[in-house]
T-cell receptor, first 113, second 109 residues
Framework: EAQVTQNPRYLITVTGKKLTVTCSQN?????MSWYRQDPGLGLRQIYYSMNVEVTDKGDVPEGYKVSRKEKRNFPLILESPSPNQTSLYFC????????????FGPGTRLTVT | GQSLEQPSEVTAVEGAIVQINCTYQTSGFYGLSWYQQHDGGAPTFLSYNALDGLEETGRFSSFLSRSDSYGYLLLQELQMKDSASYFC??????????FGDGTTLTVKP
């Protein structure tokens, strides 16, 4: 089944404890992206990657890191999480030639205390 | 930067037609898309416009006017299951995506 998977789905952690949210897609998509969504707001893009070893900042990259060593994986790293990073996170992917259709993962709900 | 505006809430009755408008600002416009999201679940793609005009996909249609930086999503024959949040999103030619804050559609019997 074609899909985008994220792990973990739920995470409660403490301020300053490094964490990684994994994202993997099995559709051979070139483009991958991370978003965060806060109550009443749309999805805000954190980072995106047009292909392996190519990453770019979105609208809200501060406090986050990403890497794209393989086509299928695009992990999101929070080196020192803070409470303002409590949010719902979505990973998405699309084929490079697709006009715009993005396939979203199920989301990761992160709480930083 | 990029920004979008869409109404925060829309209410309509079952079987009716509803239009959700979206205005945007961007440089290097590439396309405008629409997504549906139920209760914090994964957004799902509905429609996309890169050129001016109307795109129809079943009960959903989307329209774009690049000269007006404006688009809309048209939902016909509304069903209860259409109650959800709808987001417009603009993409520029560098691959950057920006979403609107979403429109909550409530469909009443």
């Amino acid at each position: 089944e074609a899909q985008v998977t994220q792990n973990p789905r739920y995470l409660i952690t403490v301020t300053g404890k490094k964490l990684t949210v994994t994202c993997s897609q099995n559709m051979n998509h070139e483009y991958m992206s991370w978003y965060r969504q806060d109550p009443g707001l749309g999805l805000r893009q954190i980072y995106y990657s047009m292909n392996v070893e190519v990453t770019d900042k979105g609208d809200v990259p501060e406090g986050y890191k990403v890497s794209r060593k393989e086509k299928r994986n695009f992990p999101l790293i929070l080196e020192s999480p803070s409470p303002n990073q409590t949010s719902l996170y979505f990973c998405a992917s699309r084929p490079g030639e697709s006009p715009y259709e993005q396939y979203f993962g199920p989301g990761t709900r992160l709480t930083v205390t | 930067g990029q920004s979008l505006e869409q109404p925060s809430e829309v209410t309509a009755v079952e079987g009716a037609i509803v239009q959700i408008n979206c205005t945007y600002q961007t440089s290097g416009f590439y396309g405008l898309s629409w997504y549906q999201q139920h209760d914090g679940g994964a957004p799902t793609f509905l429609s996309y416009n890169a050129l001016d005009g109307l795109e129809e996909t079943g009960r959903f249609s989307s329209f774009l006017s690049r000269s007006d930086s404006y688009g809309y999503l048209l939902l016909q024959e509304l069903q209860m299951k259409d109650s959800a949040s709808y987001f417009c999103a603009v993409r520029n030619n560098a691959g950057k995506s920006t979403f609107g804050d979403g429109t909550t559609l409530t469909v009443k019997p």
